[in-house]
C-alpha cells in the first residue's frame, strides 16, 4: 500500500509550468494506452468518487483532454428519472458499460448509494445495507466478465474543501459547480467521512480495490492519478500505419471563396 503523502512536500504547491510540461508527457503516453487499448479491445471501467470539491471533474479533464471522446467515454448521470428508480439500482449505470476498445470513465457512480443518499437520506438505511453487500458481488461479475475496474477516492481535507466552497460562491466562473447538495454537503462532514469508512471497508477488494488520491493540491493529484492510471495497464506503442495527406484535386475548380459573398460572417472582434 502506497504510504500518505509527506506534509511538507504536500503544502508545497507545484508550480504552473512543472505541472504543464509533467501532463504533456502523461497525455502523450494516454495517446499510448488509447492506441492498445483499440487494438486490443480492452475493456476498462474508471470509477471517481470522493468529497464534494475534492477535484473529480478537473482530474478527469486531465485524462480526457487530448484523447479521443470515442475511447475514453466520460458518464456523469444526473439524478434517476421515476422510471430508473423503479429498476435494480445498478440497472442505468449497466446501461454505459463499455464495448470492447472503451475506457468508461463515471464521474460519480453507483457510489453514490453509498455516499450522498445514505447520507442525506435519498435512501433507506436497508437500501444502504443492501448495496454495501451486494456490491462486491457485482464487482466481482464485473470483473470475472473481462472488464478491468479501476476506483479512486479523491480526498480533501477540510481546510481546502472549505476554501473551494468558498471560491465557488464569490467567483462567477465557478459558481456553476456549486450544485445543491455542496452546502449540506459541508455541514455533514463527519456523517461523509463514516459514510466513507463504512463503503471502504465493505467493497475495497482484491477484484475492485480503492485508490485514494489525496487532492489538496490539484495538479499534483491530476499527475499522480494519470501515472497510477497508467500502470493498471501493460500497454505498449501501437504501430501506426504511416499517413500521407493527399494532394487537393483540382477537378471542377472555382472560385469557392467569392460563392460566400453576402452570407452572414461572424463579426471578427478579436
Known amino acids: 500500500m502506497a504510504s500518505k503523502p509527506d506534509s511538507k512536500r504536500a503544502a508545497l504547491k507545484m508550480k504552473r509550468a512543472d505541472y504543464m510540461k509533467e501532463l504533456r508527457k502523461l497525455q502523450a503516453e494516454l495517446c499510448h494506452l488509447q ?4 487494438h486490443n479491445g480492452i475493456r476498462a471501467i474508471v470509477v471517481f468518487e470522493g468529497r464534494d470539491a475534492a477535484g473529480k471533474g478537473g482530474t478527469i479533464r486531465a485524462i480526457t483532454e487530448r484523447v479521443s471522446p470515442r475511447v475514453f467515454r466520460t458518464v456523469a448521470l444526473p439524478a434517476p428519472s421515476d422510471r430508473e428508480k423503479s429498476q435494480m439500482y445498478l ?5 454505459h458499460f463499455p464495448a470492447a476498445g472503451e475506457i468508461v470513465i463515471f464521474d460519480r457512480s453507483w457510489y453514490n448509494r453509498a455516499g450522498v443518499e445514505y447520507v442525506m ?57 456549486l450544485s445543491a447538495m455542496d452546502l449540506p454537503s459541508r455541514s455533514k ?35 499522480n492519478c494519470i501515472r497510477h492510471l497508467l500502470n493498471q495497464f501493460p500497454y505498449e506503442k501501437v504501430p501506426a500505419e504511416e499517413v500521407k495527406l493527399p494532394k487537393r484535386s483540382k477537378e471542377g475548380a472555382y472560385d469557392d471563396t467569392a460563392s460566400l459573398s453576402g452570407r452572414n460572417f461572424v463579426p471578427q472582434h478579436y
Open 35 to 38: 492506441a492498445w487499448v483499440k
Open 91 to 95: 440497472q442505468r449505470y449497466m446501461n
Open 121 to 177: 437520506g435519498f435512501c433507506t438505511k436497508e437500501e444502504h445495507r443492501r448495496f454495501l453487500q451486494l456490491c462486491p458481488v457485482v464487482e466481482n461479475y464485473i470483473a470475472d466478465g473481462g472488464i478491468q475496474l479501476i476506483k479512486y477516492w479523491l480526498e480533501v481535507g477540510d481546510e481546502e474543501q472549505k476554501r473551494r466552497f468558498e471560491a465557488r460562491i464569490t467567483d462567477p466562473l465557478r459558481q456553476w459547480k
Open 189 to 223: 462532514w463527519y456523517e461523509y467521512s463514516r459514510a466513507r469508512d463504512m463503503m471502504l471497508e465493505a467493497t475495497d477488494t482484491d477484484h475492485a480495490p480503492w485508490n485514494i488520491l489525496p487532492s489538496d493540491d490539484k495538479r499534483r493529484a491530476r499527475l
